[in-house]
């Protein structure tokens, strides 16, 4: 027995235009209708199952691989002598060696200074002639006397008399003791010190280091570690695959209208035959209600406005055919 489900196609193309005036009564009806549909036709929507193709195929169930068995290395065991302690040299420093003496040393030198000695000067006062006396001639007279002159030269009188000398009173510097340069004698001077005098030059003294010697026990590579490799063969297995011929997609299929029981539509008595009875639900869980509608609505559009109850899921209806 084979089932198949049919996506209700209402979209009838025999429906009158009146019968659509409300066009969000009929936002539920399929999107995609048949485009070739004559009125008084009726097609569903069937879902084709997809279709594939078997095909045998090998496949590798176990790959290829190697196995290795590894072969430890070998050690032996050797004692070997070494140098714990390499040869060198020491070095032992002598300082200097010195010896304190007192001996006496001139901090003075003998020399000679000299001394000026200034001169020694007195002030002096005392009178002296700035002109000397001389002889010159005076005129003179007698007193008394009454002379007669007969020229010019008659009757003068002329006296040779010493005319005292002029003086002047001076203040005078005089130098009592001349200046003198007096020699001064300076023995010189000795003070008494200590010294240190070197005795022995400072030395350094070589002393050798001999090497130290120890021994050890090391271990030696007597046979290197070695790898062997083994191959194991991969399996196969034959499985069967499928391949996609057609995907699943969805048909329209002419339908005979008295299949559908569509409330409100009665065919006419030429399209009536006997048919496989037709069960319908809704497809996301719901319930159909029977369209109601009065005298003055066709019965398209009352179907159309019908109510439909439904728990989620798109509003389209679904045929299930039964053969």
Not at 21 to 36: C, E, K, L, V
Not at 142 to 166: F, K, N, S
């Amino acid at each position: 027995m084979l089932r198949r489900t049919y996506l209700a196609g209402i979209a009838i193309a025999a429906l009158a235009p009146a019968g659509f005036a409300a066009a969000d009564d009929m936002a539920w009806f399929p999107s995609a209708q048949p485009t070739s549909a004559a009125p008084g036709e009726c097609y569903a929507r069937v879902r084709v199952e997809a279709e594939y193709r078997p095909y045998t195929e090998t496949i590798v169930t176990g790959d290829t691989y190697e196995t290795y068995n590894v072969s430890p290395a070998e050690l032996g065991y050797d004692v070997r002598e070494f140098i714990s302690r390499e040869a060198g040299m020491r070095y032992i420093v002598h300082e200097p060696v010195y010896d304190i003496i007192t001996e006496e040393v001139m901090v003075r030198p003998a020399y000679v200074e000299y001394r000026v000695v200034p001169a020694v000067h007195e002030e002096v006062t005392e009178r002296i002639m700035v002109r000397e006396p001389r002889m010159v001639w005076q005129r003179g007279r007698v007193p008394g006397a009454q002379m007669t002159r007969y020229d010019e030269e008659t009757g003068e009188i002329w006296c040779l008399v010493e005319e005292a000398g002029e003086y002047r009173t001076v203040t005078r510097n005089v130098l009592v003791t001349p200046a003198r340069v007096d020699e001064v004698q300076y023995q010189a001077e000795y003070a008494t010190i200590q010294r240190e005098v070197l005795v022995q030059q400072a030395r350094v003294e070589e002393v050798p280091i001999p090497a130290e010697y120890d021994q050890v026990e090391i271990q030696t590579l007597v046979r290197a570690a070695s790898v062997n490799s083994q191959t194991v063969q991969g399996r196969t297995d034959t499985v069967t695959r499928y391949e996609l011929v057609a995907e699943e997609r969805y048909e329209w299929r002419l339908m005979d209208c008295d299949e559908i029981d569509l409330p409100g539509y009665v065919p006419p008595a030429s399209m009536r035959s006997e048919q496989p009875s037709m069960s319908y639900e809704y497809q996301g869980g719901g319930t159909y209600e029977e369209p109601q509608w009065d005298e003055t609505e066709t019965p398209v559009a009352s179907l159309a406005s019908s109510r439909i109850t439904q728990r989620g899921g798109p509003r389209i209806i679904q045929a299930a055919a039964r053969q």
